[in-house]
């Protein structure tokens, strides 16, 4: 009873991904926290997955206590700071259940659906005066990560077959995507495929240099830039950093538009901001969800290896890093995001090694590069809009594949069982 609800939150909440108006895909996320206790109760085995993702929540959930516990009361947490917690709990549960269903079939469904809402949305979008298209989503962003993820899914399906409603499908999903001009949702989708492609030519070691390369340009990029973050932004004439970064880019290069102030601001003040809290707590970091509690008053715990940050007002909203890896690094440290980076490519070799629906296979082998990409210009790999697609669907594909390796092994026993003499 308990597992058939979990999975009917699951598939309700996967619906519920195509929009952070209304609070439909953390159902999943409710439910397993209900069934953690009874899951893990009498377990002889954990999949490698799970292992490493528990370490790392068990590692978050210690930072949390140490930091500021009282952050587990505050929804506002769950939202912002912590919604790592909202994107990945389902992860804990899911992936020990089994189930009977057509999860092609279900995906197709899903695509279909968000494809005639989000057609809707867009209409409306057009009639109006918006400069971007958002979708049912607070953010570009938001929209941009969901729509770069549905329109691999809507990629596969129309290669698998090459029909006029797929072909629909797609374009559809492609022209959101590229209304809502979200330049790292677009990237993320290209070199995802491109990484797709690479693995089954077997030519891995260019996957391995496009993540080289775009480590290679965000590493030189922030030895030009730290220097001035800490001279005019950190240590700027005004206690608030926000302040300091926007007279700073104001004498630097004038008026900017928008899209180059984002940026900017990156550049500027989110990616230093999280180096900071690295170089300050290279081990633990500064302490879950301390990065945008600003200014920032680190305190030494251990001289040169851990520190927290003393500033009293904790804030929950969305002035994080910007970046996952830098995100990660700055407030867990080096061991915080070994641990992530473990799990991340523990998935990936799940994925890699069960094949037993080749199009959802290659659907989030895409949408892992795509998430992997795309989280060097966001911090996509925990938010919701983004994140909770992917995990949802990886969690369905989790016992779609497990049903089918009983099936397997129970048609490998009848066999046995037919062939030993009576």
Request: charged share 15%; net charge positive.
């Amino acid at each position: 009873m308990l597992k058939k609800l979990l999975v009917a939150a699951t598939i309700l909440g996967l619906f519920g991904t195509m929009t952070n108006l209304v609070y439909i895909s953390p159902l999943p996320t409710l439910v397993a926290a209900l069934l953690i206790p009874l899951v893990y109760i009498n377990k002889e085995s954990v999949p490698r997955p799970v292992f490493w993702l528990l370490l790392f929540t068990l590692f978050t959930v210690a930072s949390v206590l140490l930091y500021h516990p009282r952050s587990f009361l505050d929804f506002g947490f769950y939202r912002y700071d912590g919604n790592f917690f909202i994107s990945y709990l389902p992860l804990l549960v899911l992936p020990f259940l089994s189930f009977k269903f057509d999860i092609g079939r279900l995906l197709k469904g899903f695509l279909i659906f968000s494809t005639c809402i989000s057609l809707i949305a867009y209409i409306r979008y057009k009639m109006g005066n918006e400069p971007a298209f958002i979708g049912l989503f607070v953010s570009t962003n938001g929209a941009g990560g969901f729509y770069s993820i549905v329109a691999s899914l809507a990629l596969l399906f129309f290669l698998e077959r090459k029909t006029y409603t797929n072909l629909a499908l797609l374009a559809l999903n492609l022209l959101f995507l590229y209304a809502t001009y979200s330049r790292g949702s677009m990237l993320g989708l290209v070199l995802g495929v491109m990484c797709l492609y690479f693995l089954h030519t077997r030519r891995t070691y260019l996957i391995t240099l496009i993540f080289v390369l775009l480590t290679a340009v965000q590493v030189y990029l922030l030895f030009e830039t730290y220097p001035d973050y800490k001279k005019y932004v950190e240590k700027g004439p005004s206690k608030n950093i926000y302040e300091n970064y926007n007279q700073f880019v104001a004498q630097k290069f004038g008026s900017v538009p928008t899209k180059l102030n984002n940026v900017y601001i990156r550049m500027y003040e989110t990616w230093p901001r999280a180096v900071e809290g690295f170089l300050q707590s290279p081990l633990v970091g500064t302490g879950f969800g301390s990065l945008n509690d600003v200014p920032s008053k680190h305190k030494d715990v251990v001289p040169h290896l851990i520190a927290t940050n003393e500033q009293k007002q904790k804030v929950y909203n969305d002035s994080h890093a910007h970046h996952s890896y830098l995100h990660i690094l700055g407030e867990q440290g080096l061991i915080g995001l070994g641990l992530f980076l473990v799990f991340w490519m523990s998935v990936y070799r799940f994925l890699k090694n069960n094949g037993q629906h080749p199009v959802i296979q290659n659907f989030l082998l895409i949408s892992f590069f795509n998430l992997s990409i795309m989280s060097f210009t966001e911090h996509r790999v925990t938010t919701p809009s983004n994140a909770l697609p992917f995990v949802i669907m990886l969690g369905l594909y989790f016992l779609y594949v497990n049903y089918q390796k009983k099936q397997e092994e129970a048609g490998i026993d009848e066999k046995s069982t037919e062939a030993t003499p009576q």
